[in-house]
Nanobody
Framework: QVQLVESGGGSVQAGGSLRLSCAASGYTHINYCMGWFRQAPGKEREVVAAIDSDGSTFYADSVKGRFTISQDNAKNTVALQMNSLKPEDTAMYYC???????????????????WGQGTRVTVSS
């Protein structure tokens, strides 16, 4: 049973930073793609970033240069460092996972099989 548990959300002022973490358990695939998605109130869920098991990273244009995704294989965790936060970054953030490389479908929500419960991020102006 694959489980993904997010942590690290909270409230911060614009320009501040937060670090989200996703702890994965029960995952046995050697090759995988781990992603972070977010859903703001009244909006559809959108991709934020993804990382391959080989360390390749992918970012949405809206967060390039501000967010960094990383992984700690020893701890089975994926982190999302968020800097220079803006009010428009306010959302529920979800960790997701799937078997196989991210490739050119890293941003497709429908391709991810496993999801966490989410952690809320609120950025005030």
């Amino acid at each position: 049973q694959v489980q993904l548990v997010e942590s690290g959300g909270g409230s911060v002022q614009a320009g501040g930073s937060l670090r989200l973490s996703c702890a994965a358990s029960g995952y046995t695939h050697i090759n995988y793609c781990m992603g972070w998605f977010r859903q703001a109130p009244g909006k559809e869920r959108e991709v934020v970033a993804a990382i391959d098991s080989d360390g390749s990273t992918f970012y949405a244009d809206s967060v390039k240069g501000r967010f960094t995704i990383s992984q700690d294989n020893a701890k089975n965790t994926v982190a999302l460092q968020m800097n220079s936060l803006k009010p428009e970054d306010t959302a529920m953030y979800y960790c997701a996972a799937r078997a196989g490389a991210c490739s050119d479908t890293w941003d497709l929500e429908s391709r991810y099989n496993y999801w966490g419960q989410g952690t809320r991020v609120t950025v005030s102006s």
